[in-house]
Each structure stands twice: as structure tokens, then as C-alpha cells.
């Protein structure tokens, strides 16, 4: 059926509507204003207010640490530090090799791997009778997240300071992603500009559906040879274009005056970002259908994107919500594009590592454009 | 030309029963008006010979194809100006017009001499390059016509395209009406003022969703023994208001 229906669409009505709808979204100031102003004050917004503790964060601790005994003396200060990280509930300890937790940091799934080396507890034998030795724990951080950058470091003073009390404990600290660590608006900004992608497109695109069909040109076209189909593609032919201006805009001002390193392809995260906005659009075509109205659709648009704001891991970490909450943030696509956002940025991740993401967000826009076509009619009920 | 048979509407939504079996017969190259109070079931049938909404039971025929089973068949030939506007308020009138054409196939050469004509006959040469938001009332209503008649259709439907057009406009689209049934084209005009009515060749008088009665202005005014059809309208009514 859809076959057929596509056989029998015509290229030049399609385009014919896509020049139409481009047209009207130029000569709609107020559309055209929130193209331009509203990445910034929303980006402004929610890139200086995100901040906050966080629990759960995922990392690797190695205790190589023989103890010391000295007579009546033994000491078994690794394992004590180890106990107390582990009853730490910002931390989620796994026990494994420091090597092994590095690799697990770069590749994203763990956000610290700690290592407490063999001659622990005897320097702090050392250091409590004012020999002169030095205690270090080495620590490699993914700081590419200020939130969870520290609350791993307060967790691990706290331990000290619990399990150690007053000794001088150096912490040996490597920054994965090629020593990256980045200020708090650096590490904000990836995930900012995927919400901001993320609830623009959806609102604008929405807005523009509505209208269509509250002008009653919808209606009207409906007696006309163009299909349905017909015009559902030539929409979004044209919310793309616009979303992809949308997509540009926000990746300039990230870059020109937030001053956002990017340590990927530029490339490869302008083309996500172009996937990503198309997923938008076709999310709002579905939501269309239930929108009947600017207003409706107005209220509608931010329905959606404020609980995505909560649980895709932008203001805390996944890992920090709640059980119950989490898995609904992965069928969240917002909370892929931020990962992908914040990897290629910060982490300088290429395809192999966002490949699971970008499949998702491609996978979920696919199911949308499938529904969107199956739900449009040529005839109305 | 035009026919419906036991032709059912029943709105999902509130469950309204719009047309309860209406039979309707329109011949060729007639104007046809379609008279009733607001909520009478015009506009329903409208959309549904237009293929625009699904009826729930009966069967509509178009130059003989069925609707909306053979809705690619026939929606070329039919030309429809709603009752809203129902054109792009952004664009301008040119545009608006060369939108609509362009959804039927039309070449440049065809659309550029169509809306030459168009624009003279609707009295809007003056207006081509004016955002259509820019316009008053009964410009729009102007610019909604030429784009329901843009790919020279043989069916054209009026769907109280009068409603708030002043008495000169009104008289004006009449008689651009009657020049297009003298064309060879099919006009179908809905209103609910009743003056209106005495101009078509053919009137159907609808209320509550059914055809109550159907013949020329002189037929209609003969049986009922009135000078108008607004005084057959209110009879009708009152009658139905004292059964009510």
C-alpha cells in the first residue's frame, strides 16, 4: 500500500508544498524570532542553572593494597577505604582490575576507575610516625561532567577522612578524553543544545501542522488531488530544511560564543544533529494528530519536553534517578543525542562508540515516519 | 451528475446524526442550491461528495465513479470554496492561486494565463503580489474562489461562499455564476439565506439531514402558495417546531 502510494505521488507536488511551507515559516516573524532568539536565552537558561548532587555514578576501584603489620600492629587501610566507598550512596563500586576500569571511562560506561596501590596501608603507617613517606591514590576521572566529577572526588575525601582521619593522602588525578577536564558551561552546552533541538523543532514543527489545519486549508486540500502522503512528505521536506537552520544556529552559538571545545568531527555531530531534528519533526507529526489547535499545541509541546528534560540525563545522570525512572529514559530519544552530543563534543568519540545511540535515535525516527504515514488519511472520519 | 443514495453521516464525536438518509440528484450544467438552517447537514454533504470526510452508510456517485472509493477519478474535475477561507494567509494572492494550480498538474503556461483571467474576473489585478492576511473579508472570499476554480473544474461547490459578502459582491458572484453554467460547468451552492436561493435553477430544501423538498424556485413558491422561498422556509420550520 505504501509502495503504491508512493509510486503514484507526484515530486512536483510534493516540492510544490515544501516551497509553500518554507515560504510561510519566513514571513512568520514570531516563528522566525524564536528561530533566532529563543537558542539563546534557553541555552543561557538551563546551561548556568544545571547543577546539583548526584548518586550512583558507576566506577571501578582496584585494591591492590597488601596491608602492613608491625608486631601487635596490622593495618588493612585499602580495604576500610574500599567499605566506606562502597556505603557511599553517590557511588556505585565495582571491584576490578585499574587498567581495565580506565578502558570501561574511555568508553563511557564507568565515570572513574581508582586505584589504592600496594604499599597503602605501610605509608600510612609511615606518615602516622612522621616518616617521610608519601600516600597516593590514583584516580582516572572522565571530567567531562562537572556534577559527576565531583561527587566522585567529595565521596572519595569524605572515605579518607572516615576510614583515614587527619592523613595527608595525595590524589594522583588523570582526566580520561585526552586529559579533558572541562568548566561547568562546557560540559552543560552538548546537552543543552540537544534539548534545545529537541523542543524547538518539536514546537515550531507542531505549530506549523496546527495551523494547517485550523486555517481549514487542510480540510480544503483534502478534495484536491494531492495526497495526503503527498503532503506529509512535502512537510517534512520543509521542517527539516527549517530544523536543520535550527540545528546550525544552535551549533554556532555553542561554538562562537560559548566557545565549546569540540574534540570530534564537527562533521559527524552536524549530521546527527540534522537526524536528530528530523526525529523531531516526525515526532510532532505524530503529535499533530492529537493537537487540534495552536494553544493545544503549545501546551502539548512542553508536556513532552519537561519530563525529558528531568530523566534523559541532563540535569543529573541517569544513573542517579531513581530505579523505577530509569528505564523510561531509554526509550527517550533525547537522552541518546545527549550522549552522542556530549561524546563527539567532549569525549571526541567517533561512529564505533555512538553507533548503539545513533541507531536508536534512527531506529525510533523510523518507527515515527512508519506511524506518521500510516495515520494520515484522504479522507477524514 | 451528482447522486447520493440513503447517504448516512453520524458524527463520531457527540454522536450527531448530520445527514439521516438524504437522496439527492444533480444534473449536469445546473446551479443547485442547497438551503437549510445552520446545522442542517449542508456542509456535511458537501465534504462528503467532496471525498473530504467518510460517510457512514449510503453511496455517493460522481459522473458515475463512487466516492471516495474513486476519489482520484473525479477530484480533478471538481472545484470546492469552502465555507472558511481556507487559503494560505501568508502567501499572496498570486501564490495562493499558483499553490492550488500547481496541485492539479497545471503547467507554468496553463497557470500563468488561468490566473491572468482569474484575477481580472474576481477583480483582484491589483491585489496579485498582497499577502492574502493583508486583504478584507470579501478579497479573501475572492481569492478562496479562484483557487477552487484555478484547474477549470466541470463541478464546482459553494459552500456559503456569499456568507458576510456585501449585497453588490453578492450579486456579482451570482452572476460570474451563472456565466460558469453557461460554460458547461455544474454549480452546487449551499447557504442558508433564503434570497439567495431564487437565483439557482434548482433548489433542495434540507433539514435535520434529509431532503424535504426539491424543484425549481417557481415550483417550490407555486405549491406553497408564497411569493418567496424564505416564506416556504419559515413555514417548513414552524411546522417542524410545533412537532418538536
Same mark, same amino acid.
Given at each position: 500500500m505504501l509502495l503504491t502510494d508512493l509510486k503514484n505521488s507526484s515530486i512536483a507536488r510534493i516540492l510544490n508544498v515544501s516551497k509553500r511551507v518554507l515560504k =510561510?515559516?519566513?514571513?512568520?516573524?514570531?516563528?522566525?524570532? &524564536?528561530?533566532?532568539?529563543?537558542? &539563546?536565552?534557553?541555552?543561557?537558561?538551563?546551561?548556568?542553572?544545571? #547543577?546539583?548532587?548526584?548518586?550512583?555514578?558507576?566506577?571501578?576501584?582496584?585494591?591492590?593494597?597488601?596491608?602492613? #603489620?608491625?608486631?601487635?600492629? #596490622?593495618?588493612?587501610?585499602?580495604?576500610?577505604?574500599?567499605?566506606?566507598?562502597?556505603?557511599?550512596?553517590?557511588?556505585?563500586?565495582?571491584?576490578?582490575?585499574?587498567?581495565?576500569?580506565? @578502558?570501561?571511562?574511555?568508553?563511557?560506561?564507568?565515570?572513574? +576507575?581508582?586505584?589504592?596501590?600496594?604499599?597503602? +596501608?605501610?605509608?600510612?603507617? @609511615?606518615?602516622? /610516625?612522621?616518616?617521610?613517606?608519601?600516600?597516593?591514590?590514583?584516580?582516572?576521572?572522565?571530567?567531562?561532567?562537572? /556534577?559527576?566529577?565531583?561527587?566522585?572526588?567529595?565521596?572519595? =575525601?569524605?572515605?579518607?577522612?572516615?576510614?583515614?582521619?587527619?592523613?595527608?593522602?595525595?590524589?594522583?588525578?588523570?582526566?580520561?578524553? @585526552? @586529559?579533558?577536564?572541562? +568548566?561547568?558551561?562546557?560540559?552543560?552546552?552538548?546537552?543543552?543544545?540537544?534539548?534545545?533541538?529537541?523542543?524547538?523543532?518539536?514546537?515550531?514543527?507542531?505549530?506549523?501542522?496546527i495551523r494547517e489545519r485550523v486555517e481549514g486549508t487542510q480540510y480544503r486540500l483534502l478534495s484536491t488531488p494531492l495526497t495526503s502522503k503527498e503532503r506529509l512528505v512535502g512537510y517534512i521536506i520543509a521542517l527539516t530544511i527549517f530544523a536543520m537552520l535550527e540545528a546550525g544556529s544552535i551549533l554556532s552559538i555553542s561554538i562562537f560564543v560559548f566557545h565549546v571545545p569540540i574534540q570530534g568531527s564537527l562533521g559527524l555531530l552536524l549530521f546527527i544533529m540534522i537526524i536528530y531534528a528530523l526525529n523531531n519533526v516526525l515526532f510532532a507529526v505524530f503529535m499533530s494528530n492529537f493537537a487540534q489547535n495552536e494553544l493545544q499545541a503549545v501546551q502539548m509541546a512542553p508536556l513532552i519536553a519537561l519530563p525529558s528534560l528531568a530523566i534523559s540525563g541532563l540535569m543529573v545522570p541517569v544513573s542517579s534517578l531513581p530505579a523505577v525512572i530509569q528505564p523510561l529514559s531509554s526509550i527517550i530519544p533525547l537522552t541518546y543525542a545527549i550522549r552522542i552530543f556530549e561524546g563527539i563534543m567532549l569525549k571526541g568519540w567517533g561512529v564505533e562508540l555512538i553507533l548503539y545511540d545513533l541507531i536508536i535515535i534512527i531506529g525510533i525516527t523510523l518507527i515515527f515516519l512508519i506511524i506518521a504515514f500510516f495515520t494520515v488519511k484522504d479522507t477524514e472520519e | 451528475m451528482i447522486e447520493t443514495q440513503n447517504l448516512v453521516k453520524i458524527y463520531k464525536e457527540g454522536k450527531v446524526r448530520a445527514l439521516d438518509g438524504l437522496n439527492l440528484q444533480i444534473k449536469k450544467g445546473e446551479i443547485y442550491a442547497f438551503i437549510g438552517a445552520n446545522g442542517s447537514g449542508k456542509s456535511t454533504a458537501i465534504n462528503l461528495i467532496n471525498s473530504i470526510i467518510k460517510p457512514t452508510s449510503g453511496k455517493i456517485l460522481v459522473n458515475n465513479y463512487e466516492i471516495p472509493k474513486d476519489r482520484n477519478k473525479v477530484c480533478s474535475i471538481i472545484g470546492m470554496a469552502p465555507q472558511e477561507y481556507a487559503i494560505y494567509l501568508d502567501l499572496t494572492v498570486k501564490e495562493n492561486i499558483q499553490f492550488f494550480a500547481k496541485n492539479y498538474g497545471m503547467s507554468k503556461d496553463m497557470i500563468k494565463s488561468k490566473l491572468d483571467e482569474l484575477l481580472k474576473v474576481l477583480r483582484l489585478e491589483d491585489k496579485e503580489n498582497t499577502l492574502c492576511r493583508n486583504l478584507s473579508g470579501g478579497m479573501k472570499r475572492r481569492v478562496s474562489i479562484a483557487c477552487a476554480l484555478v484547474h477549470n473544474p466541470k463541478i464546482i461547490f459553494f459552500d456559503e461562499a456569499t456568507v458576510g459578502v456585501d449585497p453588490i459582491l453578492r450579486e456579482y458572484f451570482w452572476d460570474y455564476f451563472r456565466t460558469l453554467r453557461n460554460q458547461g460547468s455544474t454549480i452546487v451552492v449551499t447557504s442558508h439565506v433564503m434570497d439567495e436561493a431564487e437565483k439557482a435553477d434548482r433548489i433542495g430544501l434540507i433539514r435535520n439531514g434529509i431532503l424535504i423538498e426539491e424543484g425549481t424556485p417557481n415550483e417550490l413558491k407555486e405549491k406553497y402558495g408564497t411569493k418567496t422561498i424564505e416564506e416556504i422556509f419559515i413555514k417548513l420550520s414552524k411546522e417542524v417546531y410545533v412537532v418538536d
Open positions: =510561510q515559516i519566513t514571513r512568520d516573524h514570531r516563528t522566525f524570532g &524564536m528561530l533566532l532568539i529563543m537558542p &539563546m536565552v534557553v541555552m543561557f537558561i538551563f546551561g548556568v542553572a544545571l #547543577s546539583g548532587e548526584v548518586k550512583n555514578v558507576p566506577v571501578v576501584v582496584q585494591n591492590l593494597d597488601e596491608g602492613f #603489620s608491625m608486631g601487635p600492629i #596490622s593495618l588493612d587501610k585499602g580495604s576500610e577505604l574500599v567499605t566506606v566507598l562502597n556505603a557511599d550512596d553517590r557511588l556505585d563500586v565495582t571491584d576490578g582490575e585499574y587498567q581495565a576500569g580506565i @578502558n570501561s571511562v574511555e568508553r563511557g560506561d564507568y565515570k572513574a +576507575s581508582i586505584l589504592i596501590p600496594i604499599t597503602f +596501608s605501610e605509608a600510612i603507617f @609511615n606518615s602516622s /610516625q612522621n616518616l617521610n613517606s608519601s600516600i597516593v591514590l590514583y584516580v582516572y576521572i572522565d571530567g567531562t561532567k562537572s /556534577q559527576t566529577e565531583a561527587s566522585v572526588f567529595a565521596a572519595i =575525601q569524605e572515605a579518607i577522612k572516615d576510614s583515614m582521619g587527619a592523613v595527608g593522602i595525595e590524589i594522583d588525578v588523570t582526566y580520561a578524553f @585526552n @586529559n579533558a577536564d572541562y +568548566s561547568g558551561l562546557d560540559t552543560a552546552i552538548p546537552a543543552v543544545m540537544a534539548y534545545v533541538l529537541n523542543f524547538l523543532v518539536l514546537l515550531i514543527s507542531l505549530l506549523i501542522l | -
